[in-house]
Every structure is written in structure tokens, then in C-alpha cells.
């Protein structure tokens, strides 16, 4: 089945070298499930693949048994050329960018961990000697205050040099949270949200991290297309727990990033297993290894499991993550941390040279 498909592909040509996307080196992944197929296309860092994946589409709906196509890209990790000509990214320009990497969080629905797995991040990236910053950008239920112990932060002040963030084991922050009640929810509009994010992420003395982690909300709405629209985001990562539900949620959450020509660095599987406290046994509760079966078949690094532990939740609690401690969830952070680097360092594009003047 997938090969009929891969055959059709291949007499597309490839726009850089004329030879057949197969034969080019372009698919990452092709695979046909319950009438969905999944390309996984190599995208050049400036090329516009649009036309590519119409022709991609219009060759994949040809086969009988195709009722869907879905198209993921990553970032080409040759070093060569960009296959097509440059573009300028989908994004609003940022004033100037807030950190080295800018790289999103995200899941496809809440509760799968993504503001645990966000803090602990920052915190192996901090434990290993980068300068991080986060921007809690979760609007319906900002949890990082809470992550990094500043619950009782209240406002932002704002200084000659900016809007100052709060700072929690050297860590910047600046959160939603920082700004609401939380006993009184919140009803934020497509633009009002761009806006405060936008406004946090320019105006804000982030102090030129190496990395700004971006716990994004949940879900792929409105809201959530927004904020991938607004902000350059180098790259993103996506939680999710090995249930297939929350593995389509994922998927929804891939397609949105595909929508905003972000790259995806990798998957992480939250709760991957269950670590008795007691014996140390694992309990797959779960299931596992679906995450990194999925990310397989998209063709995107898989960055590590997890596991469900009571140390985990009892720490996200306590206002210190537990990856700037060490430890066997320490490390499954701290490698996380890494690969999600190494693929951001693969995704990365020379950023133009951007002089501020006054
Ligand atoms: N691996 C884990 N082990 C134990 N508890 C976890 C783990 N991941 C998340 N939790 C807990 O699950 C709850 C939801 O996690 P959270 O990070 O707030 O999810 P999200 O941001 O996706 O809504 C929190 O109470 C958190 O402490
Ligand atoms: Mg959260």
C-alpha cells in the first residue's frame, strides 16, 4: 500500500534537484492507516513547500484506498541547500528575538503533563549550565507559578530596561499567571492573547537566554494558532501520555505547528510507567512505547519517557522541579533536554542579523 503511494511520489520531481522526492531523499515517512495517509516531507529551512504538498495531496487522494492526507514537515537535516527559494517565515518578526532558542511545549489536550514536562526541562537545561528562561503562555490554568514556587508573585514590574521577570533557581520567568486570580477565570480573545504574548515575550528583560521554553495551553484552538502565529518559534515539543486518545490529541497538535511551518523537535512520553514507591516495580498503567512507535511513523525524534512517580507530582508542588536534582527522573529529564537541543540544533537556520537602532 505504501509503496504504491511512495511510487506515485516519486514522480513528483523535488523543486531543488529535479530527481523524485523519493529518490531525493525528501519523504522522512509515508504510511497509510485507516484511510489516512501520513507524508512525512524534509522541508528546506526557507522553502515554501505549498505547491510541493498540493502535488503531494492531489498524488496521494489518486490511490483507492486514501480518504485523507496528512502531511508533516520537519526541518531537512542535510547541511546542503535549501531545496526552493527563500520565504519569509509565517510569523510576525519579533522586535528582536528573546532568547537563542525559542522552543514551545505543547499537547493537544491538558493534563497530560505538559507544564511539568516544560518546568523540568528548564530545569535540566539550567542544571546544565544554560541560561533559561520560561513564559508560562498557558492562559486557562497557568501553572508554572506553582512549578517554580511564585505563587505569591503579583503583577510584573516594569523597568527602564523592560518588564522584569521573576526569577526561581535562576530560571526567568514570566507567566499569565503572574497577571489573574486564580479563582477567577479567564476569557481571553484570539487577539487579546496575541497581544499580552506578544507584548511578554518583546517587552520582557529576558537577559539573553539560551533558551526560552514556551509552556504553551492545551489544545489546538484559536488561541493556541495564535500564539504560533505570533511568535517565532525555533521549534516544539510534544507531550503526551501513551493512550492513543492522547496520542490523537498529539497528532492534532502536530498538524497545528505544521499550519505555522514550526518545526517539531520530538515527542515525550509523560507517564510512561508507573514507579511503585515502595519496590520500585515498574506498572505499565498506560500502556508505552506508544509514543515513540508514533514518532517513528512521523518521521520526528522521539525524545524519552518519563515515568509516572509520586516523587514527581509530590515535587511539582513543592516550587523546585525535581530535574534540578539528581536522580533517575532527573536524568530521563536531563536527556530529554539534550536530544530536544540537538534537534533544535539540526532545525536551526541562520537567523538574519537583526541591528537595533534607536
Ligand atoms: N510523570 C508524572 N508523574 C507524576 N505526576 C505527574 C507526572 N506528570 C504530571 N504529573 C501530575 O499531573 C498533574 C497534571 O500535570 P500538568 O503538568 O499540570 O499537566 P498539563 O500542563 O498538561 O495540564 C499535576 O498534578 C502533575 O504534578
Ligand atoms: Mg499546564
Not at 497577571?179 to 496575541?194: A, C, H, S
Not at 488561541?223 to 496520542?247: F, H, R, S
Amino acid at each position: 500500500m505504501s509503496d504504491e503511494l511512495i511510487e506515485k511520489l516519486d514522480r513528483i520531481p523535488d523543486p531543488a534537484s529535479g530527481k523524485g522526492l523519493h529518490a531525493a531523499g525528501r519523504l522522512d515517512g509515508v504510511a497509510i492507516r485507516n484511510g489516512v495517509a501520513t507524508i512525512v516531507l524534509k522541508v528546506g529551512a526557507d522553502e515554501s513547500p505549498e505547491a510541493l504538498k498540493q502535488s503531494i495531496e492531489s498524488a496521494a487522494m489518486a490511490l483507492p484506498d486514501v480518504e485523507r492526507v496528512r502531511i508533516i514537515s520537519t526541518l531537512q537535516r542535510s547541511q546542503g541547500e535549501p531545496a526552493a527559494p527563500a520565504r519569509p517565515r509565517q510569523a510576525a518578526p519579533a522586535a528582536k528575538k528573546p532568547a537563542k532558542q525559542v522552543i514551545a511545549v505543547a499537547a493537544g489536550k491538558g493534563g497530560v503533563g505538559k507544564s511539568t514536562v516544560a518546568a523540568n526541562l528548564a530545569a535540566a537545561l539550567g542544571k546544565s549550565g544554560r541560561r533559561v528562561a520560561v513564559l508560562d503562555a498557558d492562559i486557562y490554568g497557568p501553572s508554572i507559578p506553582r512549578l517554580f514556587g511564585l505563587l505569591d508573585t503579583k503583577g510584573l514590574r516594569k523597568t527602564d530596561t523592560g518588564i522584569e521577570p521573576a526569577d526561581a533557581h535562576g530560571v526567568k520567568i514570566v507567566s499569565m499567571g503572574f497577571l489573574t486570580k486564580p479563582d477567577q477565570p479567564v476569557v481571553w480573545r484570539g487577539p487579546m492573547i496575541q497581544g499580552a504574548i506578544q507584548q511578554f515575550l518583546n517587552d520582557t528583560d529576558w537577559g539573553d537566554p539560551d533558551v526560552l521554553i514556551i509552556d504553551m495551553p492545551p489544545g489546538t484552538g484559536d488561541a493556541q494558532l495564535a500564539i504560533a502565529q505570533t511568535v517565532a518559534i525555533d521549534g516544539a515539543v510534544i507531550a503526551c501520555t501513551p493512550q492513543d486518545l492522547a496520542l490523537d490529541d498529539a497528532r492534532k497538535a502536530m498538524a497545528m505547528f505544521e499550519k505555522t511551518h514550526t518545526p517539531i523537535l520530538g515527542l515525550i512520553e509523560n507517564m510512561s510507567v508507573f514507579l511503585c514507591p515502595h519496590c520500585g516495580e515498574p506498572s505499565e498503567i498506560f500502556g508505552h512505547g506508544g509514543t515513540r512507535a508514533e514518532a517513528e511513523a512521523m518521521g520526528v525524534p522521539f525524545l524519552g519517557e518519563i515515568p509516572l512517580t509520586i516523587e514527581l507530582r509530590e515535587r511539582s508542588d513543592s516550587g523546585r522541579p525535581l530535574a534540578f536534582d539528581e536522580g533517575a527522573v532527573a536524568d530521563a529529564f536531563a536527556r530529554a533536554a539534550e536530544a530536544m537541543l540537538e534537534s533544535a540544533g539540526e532545525a536551526r537556520k541562520p537567523a538574519p542579523e537583526i541591528v537595533l537602532t534607536d
